[in-house]
C-alpha cells in the first residue's frame, strides 16, 4: 500500500523560506513522479509543481515559477519543496501526490491516485 507522509508545514513570515518533505512507501519510489498540490481555503486545490521519476523533467505553476524548487531523494524515497520569497498568498495545504502509473507525468490532479494527509502552511503578512 503506498503512503505519503508530508512534513515541514508552520507559520511564516512573508518573505521567509520553508522546506516540505514527503515521504513514501509501498512501492518503489524512484519509478514515479512526485508532484505537489495545495489547497487554500474556500478554494479548489491546485497544481504547484512536478518531478518526474528521473529527476530530469519539472513543472511548476506559474504562481510560484523562480520561487519553489521541487527535488527529489531516491534513495531516502522522498520528495522536497523548497519554498522561498513566501507571500500570504501561498497560504495553503500542501499535499504530496504520486500517480498509479510509473510513466504518468502531469499537472492534473486526475493522474494522480495516492495523496498525503496535507501539511499547513500559513504566510502572515
Known amino acids: 500500500q503506498v503512503q505519503l507522509v508530508e512534513s515541514g508545514g508552520g507559520l511564516v513570515q512573508t518573505g521567509d523560506s520553508l522546506r516540505l518533505s514527503c515521504a513514501a512507501s509501498?512501492?518503489?519510489?524512484?519509478?514515479?513522479?512526485m508532484a505537489w498540490f495545495r489547497q487554500a481555503p474556500g478554494k479548489e486545490r491546485e497544481f504547484v509543481a512536478t518531478?518526474?521519476?528521473?529527476?530530469?523533467?519539472?513543472d511548476y505553476a506559474d504562481s510560484v515559477k523562480g520561487r519553489f524548487t521541487i527535488f527529489r531523494d531516491n534513495a531516502k524515497s522522498t520528495v522536497y519543496l523548497q519554498m522561498k520569497s513566501l507571500k500570504p498568498e501561498d497560504t495553503a495545504v500542501y499535499y504530496c501526490?504520486?500517480?498509479?502509473?510509473?510513466?504518468?507525468?502531469?499537472?492534473?490532479?486526475?493522474?494522480?491516485?495516492?495523496w498525503g494527509q496535507g501539511t499547513q502552511v500559513t504566510v502572515s503578512s
Open positions: 501526490a504520486t500517480p498509479k502509473y510509473s510513466y504518468t507525468y502531469s499537472r492534473s490532479m486526475g493522474a494522480y491516485a495516492y
Open positions: 509501498g512501492r518503489t519510489f524512484s519509478s514515479y513522479a
Open positions: 518531478i518526474s521519476r528521473n529527476e530530469i523533467n519539472t
